[in-house]
């Protein structure tokens, strides 16, 4: 892609999206020329003709069958890109299981790009093709995007919050990334690749990459990161992730599942929740628990968050 300016559909979502829009396009630009063209019609066939005096208005009272036509062909319209809008939209919302998982943090003005497995990057994300990829997305200063113009996808990336994205990138290549929020001077120049390497490629990567940097403590996987400061934060005085109940909920099998909450709501335990249950655990109390636990807000910082919350994944 060398022309930053033209982005093909390098995905089957992406070509949905097209779809999407140019059906809108069709929809709006019949009603367009429609409307606009009786416009014209009534116009030039209506206009003033001499002598005046012979030309009254007649008194036109109202049609219910074209009123009733009116509305409801039109709702029916919106009803249905309304509709085809969702199906993309919730399609491109939830990952599939699965995924190849990258996390990507932004500050000003680049992308810090973290693999589960310790290896890291800027601007430069690599994925295998041919499947699916699961961004999980974080901000260190102010918001910042990720923008995949050629997925035809979009997320914020936000200070204090985690935010998840997912494409399905079938064709190798490399695809620009944009911060599309106005995040400072230096906002134009955060750009970033995403490279799609063919299966064999990728894999031959990941081990020259594994062995490059196989002698730093760097190397440490996330999830053995955050194994290290859940013990040693104190985590399992409170929280079993084996046997006997504790104090709080035993934490194996929270990934993914259905929490209920103080107050009879229901949410999932995605990678936001996780977060937010260390930092501010009042915010949603489970169902049947006193709200004691503290903050870890000041004593875990927000890179160590993210790794306790890698390893709760992996307690299936
Ligand atoms: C003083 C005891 C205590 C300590 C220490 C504690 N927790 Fe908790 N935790 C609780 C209680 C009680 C709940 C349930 C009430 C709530 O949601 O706040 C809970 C809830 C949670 C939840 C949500 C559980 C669910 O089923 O939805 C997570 C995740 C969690 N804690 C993680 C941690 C981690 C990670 C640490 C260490 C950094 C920690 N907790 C330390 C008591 C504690
Ligand atoms: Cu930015």
Same mark, same amino acid.
């Given at each position: ?30 009603? +367009? ?7 014209? =019609? ?19 009272? /109202? ?48 992308? *810090? $790009? ?18 699916? $990829? ?7 200063? $102010? ?16 200070? /204090? ?16 990334? +944009? ?21 064999? *490629? =990728?894999?031959?990567?990941? *081990? ?62 995605? *990678? ?45």
């Amino acid at each position: 892609m060398d022309n930053i300016l033209a982005f093909g559909a390098a995905s089957s979502q992406a070509g949905r999206v097209d779809a999407l829009f140019v059906m809108i396009a069709v929809i709006g630009g019949f009603f +367009f020329f429609l409307t606009q063209g009786l416009l014209i =019609y009534f116009a030039v066939k209506y206009r003033r003709r001499q002598p005046d005096r012979d030309n009254e208005t007649p008194a036109i009272t /109202g049609s219910p069958l074209l009123e009733f036509l009116w509305i409801l062909i039109p709702s029916i319209v919106v009803v249905v890109i309304f509709y085809y809008g969702w199906r993309v939209y919730t399609d491109q919302r939830i990952p599939v299981a699965g995924a190849t998982e990258v996390h990507v943090n932004a500050r000003q003005w680049l992308y *810090e $790009v973290k693999y589960p497995d310790g290896r890291t990057a800027i601007n430069e994300i690599r994925v295998p093709a041919g499947k699916s $990829v699961k961004f999980i997305l974080s901000a260190s200063d $102010v918001l910042h995007g990720f923008y995949l113009p050629d997925f035809r996808v979009k997320m914020d990336m936000i200070p /204090g919050r985690v935010t998840t994205l997912w494409v399905q990138p079938d064709r190798p290549g490399s695809y620009q990334i +944009f911060c599309t929020v106005y995040c400072g001077t230096g906002h134009s120049n955060m750009l970033a690749r995403l490279i799609v390497m063919p299966q064999g *490629e =990728y894999g031959e990567w990941v *081990e020259h990459a594994g062995r490059e940097g196989g002698e730093g403590a760097e190397r440490e996987p996330l999830a053995a990161r955050g194994e290290r400061i859940l013990k040693s934060a104190g985590c399992l005085n409170c929280h079993a992730v084996d046997g006997k109940e504790k104090i709080g909920p035993n934490l194996r099998g929270l990934y993914g599942s259905k929490v209920p909450l103080e107050g009879g709501t229901i949410v999932t335990g995605d *990678e936001e929740y996780l977060r937010e249950s260390i930092v501010d655990p009042g915010a949603k109390v489970v169902k049947g628990y006193p709200n004691v636990m503290p903050t870890f807000k000041a004593s875990i910082p927000p890179e160590d968050v993210k790794a306790v919350v890698e390893y709760l994944k992996t307690l299936k």
